[in-house]
């Protein structure tokens, strides 16, 4: 047995006193529902009661289905799943909501239901008080007099106990791997007794930060970003109001700069955005553009962006937060976003084109972005071909909601497509200990999903502070925030590893994905070499002559 399959076990045995979390979700209508999750949960054999639907203070006549929850546990994160079906509309978005004694949670879950088929709602809640009766409900988000149908529901509790060891236990299989370093002589006898020194050199996963032109010469905080991140992003720099402010003045001489430092430290990099479709961000001279001069406008600067950064960006932000805005749509029509993707992907085929869009997985109460509309717009536009490669979710919390943040990511994750959290932060509004306590749960919420492949942060420090969230004063000391992000860098790196290889010349231990240096020492013979940790469910065998 392999010593990643020893750990594994060891972690279903950890796991063994509470329940595993279930990926499971479906984007798909089905003919009939599936199984429940987890059996069904605390909502095994409790038929839903049906409730009269009542819009305002008028009763519609039709009846929507409720459950009746009791005794539920403050601290305790419920998982809640569904299969729903509608009559009376071909489709509607369903919002699933919790009703206590003293609080109403307006949002836990959505799906957009179909006529005669199944569709599956996943989502969550955290009570913050003890609820001795609360009544789960559904209702259509536009108060249309529709009948909602529910199947197959499931309601499982976790202790924050629970929650953390299926974190954990994602991260030490899908962020970590087992490897096996041999160590024997020329002749290939097996050397017992060997000193072995293992580093990591840098890591797999990229966990970077948005930065602004406030870096450049100001090397105190080029060290401390060089000193913790591996990925970066350009705040505003590359958007097209920066780099043409008037019309046919292009001027890239920040954003050159600021490729120039993150290449000179091995650093990869975002590029954001193409198009921003919130008028509000577009060039006041493109605001009184139509028609001809609008497309020739558009096309002009997607070939200046894209050709002169060709492969210098490992992503691209073509098309940002479509969901809300349609700009150009409205302008060039409807099929202005696909020419935007087939456009970019001709000058650059080896970026990944990306959708970003807020609101996704910090709440389900924005109509404009849920998961199925997400969803849905990256099916429609592959339909009509585009090169839709990743799924960029900005991740603007307020107060987060840890299993409805999972659900958002599971259902996201049935797409195939890479998942990064592209700007995280906290709202100021909340002060800087909450926003520390918060980041921390977004930071290992998005860490420990199997399908989320990358972490940025949105805090660019400038003179007056950050966007929302700093993760340090302007002297570089860290606020709360900070402190958390430095503990995590830490506790997802693996530290420098000493040991000696066993009777059979071998040493094992678990690291995190990534590339290491190693020094091997037996008597007056050393060695040293290198090697590359990436995600498999083997483990890797390395072996080092003396």
């Known amino acids: 047995m392999g010593f990643s399959e020893n750990l594994k076990n060891l972690w279903f045995s950890i796991a063994a006193d509470g329940p595993l979390y279930?990926?499971?979700a479906y984007t798909e209508c089905k003919a009939q529902p599936e199984e429940p999750l987890y059996q069904g949960g605390i909502l095994k054999d409790e038929p839903p009661v049906m409730r009269p639907s009542i819009i305002g203070k008028t009763a519609t006549g039709f009846y929507t289905p409720a459950?009746?929850?009791?005794?539920l546990t403050p601290g305790n994160i419920?998982?809640?799943s569904t299969w729903v079906r509608i009559q009376g509309a071909n489709s509607a978005l369903i919002r699933a909501s919790l009703k206590t004694e003293n609080k109403i949670y307006n949002c836990i879950g959505t799906v957009l239901a179909k006529s005669g088929c199944w569709s599956f709602l996943k989502g969550g809640f955290i009570l913050d008080s003890p609820s001795n009766l609360s009544f789960l409900l559904f209702q259509n988000s536009d108060d249309k007099d529709i009948s909602i149908g529910i199947s197959s529901s499931s309601l499982q509790p976790f202790t924050d106990e629970e929650w953390r060891i299926n974190q954990q236990y994602i991260i030490n299989t899908q962020r970590k791997r087992a490897l096996t370093i041999h160590v024997s002589d020329q002749q290939g006898n097996r050397l017992q007794g060997a000193a072995i020194t293992v580093d990591q050199t840098s890591k797999d996963f990229p966990f970077g930060s948005a930065i602004a032109s406030t870096i450049l010469g100001n090397f105190p905080y080029?060290?401390?970003?060089?000193?913790?991140?591996?990925?970066?992003v350009f705040e505003n720099e590359l958007k097209w109001y920066a780099t043409e402010p008037?019309?046919?003045?292009t001027n890239y001489t920040i954003p050159d700069q600021m490729l120039e430092f993150v290449r000179a430290h091995q650093i990869i990099a975002r590029g954001h955005n193409i198009f921003w479709e919130d008028p509000k961000y577009t060039p006041a001279w493109i605001r009184n553009l139509t028609g001809p001069?609008?497309?020739?406008?558009?096309?002009?600067?997607?070939?200046?962006l894209m050709s002169k950064y060709k492969e210098e960006f490992i992503h691209w932000d073509v098309s940002n937060e479509m969901l809300h805005f349609d700009f150009y749509e409205q302008r060039l029509g409807p099929d202005a976003t696909l020419h935007f993707y087939e456009t970019a992907h001709q000058s650059d085929p080896l970026a990944t084109?990306?959708?970003n869009e807020f609101n996704v997985v910090e709440t389900c109460s924005d109509v404009k972005s849920t998961v199925d509309s997400y969803i849905e717009r990256i099916r429609d536009l592959k339909q009509g071909g585009?090169?839709?490669?990743?799924?960029?979710?900005?991740?603007h919390f307020t107060i987060p909601n840890p299993p409805l943040m999972r659900a958002v990511l599971d259902k996201l994750a049935t797409l195939g497509l890479p998942i990064w959290l592209t700007e995280v932060d906290i709202s100021s509004s909340v002060g800087k200990e909450m926003q520390a306590i918060y980041l921390e749960q977004v930071l290992r919420e998005g860490f420990s999903h199997p399908s989320v492949n990358g972490i940025m942060l949105w805090t660019a420090l400038h003179p007056k502070g950050c966007y929302q969230m700093c993760l340090t004063d302007k002297n570089f000391n860290n606020l709360p925030a900070g402190d958390v992000v430095d503990n995590l860098l830490k506790e997802w790196q693996t530290g420098e590893i000493k040991g000696q290889t066993d009777e059979h010349g071998s040493y094992s231990f678990y690291g995190f994905l990534g590339e290491f240096k190693v020094n091997v020492i037996y008597g007056n013979r050393k060695a040293n070499s290198t090697f590359s940790l990436y995600r498999s469910d083997e483990t890797k065998h390395f072996s080092i002559q003396l």
């Open 22 to 24: 279930d990926f499971t």
């Open 67 to 71: 459950f009746v929850l009791k005794n």
């Open 78 to 80: 419920y998982c809640f």
């Open 222 to 232: 080029q060290n401390w970003f060089v000193e913790r991140f591996n990925a970066a």
């Open 246 to 249: 008037d019309q046919g003045k």
């Open 293 to 304: 001069e609008l497309q020739s406008a558009v096309n002009s600067r997607i070939q200046s």
């Open 353 to 355: 084109l990306f959708m």
């Open 386 to 395: 585009m090169y839709m490669d990743g799924i960029g979710l900005e991740s």
